[in-house]
């Protein structure tokens, strides 16, 4: 079964800091890999997604991921933190290629907090 | 353009209720999955369909039911409801490229 671990359930930042938010995945072969965003009391939105045209990938709001097969991670950067950034931010890695089904595995999350 | 649509929002049943949780999209997507949330765990698969008429188990179903008896709808059944069931509920849709798109959410509370 895939799985994908979220280093740090909490991370804090100063506003115009950088945001890293970590993410390892296990899997047989390099899957589909997400980050979602999700902020109070609503559903969860799509920031970016890599399906291997290039490992590095740019989502919405200035976020971006890079996808690294030797560490099997995909983590999330931000260069500059700001304050309608604060959310909770979930990993999650797709069914493995060959499948057009999009059965996520999630992340247990992480909380950013952004201080002025 | 309402994409996906969950209905109630809010619910407090009683050990021991039934209900239905509604979903509907209006991207004629071919998938539709039902996930929980609960503090801490991220997002849990319960059960999802590939096309009108089928359905299948995740992660964690039991206590679950669902139906997709129409393309656009799929509806999530607790029949006798527990307090581990509290949590909160997203419905989800997608095409056949990997985009997901979630619901807001159907809070539900069972005392």
């Known amino acids: 079964a895939q799985s994908v671990t979220q280093l740090g359930s909490h991370v804090s930042v100063s506003e115009g800091a950088l945001v890293l938010l970590r993410c390892n995945y296990s899997?047989?072969?390099?899957?589909?890999l997400f980050w979602y965003v999700q902020y109070p009391n609503q559903g969860l939105q799509l920031l970016l997604k890599?399906?291997?045209?290039?490992?590095l990938v740019k989502g919405i709001n200035g976020f971006e991921a890079e996808f690294k097969k030797s560490e099997t991670s995909f983590h999330l950067t931000k260069p500059s933190a700001h304050m309608s950034d604060a959310a909770e931010y979930f990993c999650?890695?797709?069914?493995?290629?060959?499948?057009?089904?999009?059965?996520?595995?999630f992340g247990r999350g992480t909380q950013l907090t952004v201080w002025p | 353009n309402a994409g996906v649509t969950q209905t109630p929002k809010f619910r407090v049943l009683k050990t021991g209720q039934s209900m239905t949780l509604l979903c509907a999209q209006d991207?004629?997507?071919?998938?539709m999955y039902w996930y929980r949330q609960d503090p801490g765990m991220g997002l849990r698969l319960i059960h999802y369909?590939?096309?009108?008429?089928?359905?299948a188990k995740g992660e964690v179903p039991d206590g679950y039911n669902v139906s997709r008896l129409k393309k656009q709808n799929f509806l999530l059944g607790l029949e006798s409801a527990a307090p581990s069931q509290t949590s909160v509920y997203f419905c989800?849709?997608?095409?056949?490229?990997?985009?997901?798109?979630f619901g807001q959410g159907t809070r539900l509370t069972v005392v």
């Open positions: 989800a849709s997608s095409p056949r490229d990997h985009r997901t798109f």
């Open positions: 899997s047989s072969v390099p899957p589909y």
């Open positions: 890599y399906t291997s045209a290039a490992t």
């Open positions: 999650a890695v797709s069914d493995e290629r060959g499948s057009t089904l999009g059965r996520l595995y």
């Open positions: 991207m004629n997507h071919e998938y």
């Open positions: 369909s590939v096309g009108e008429g089928t359905t």
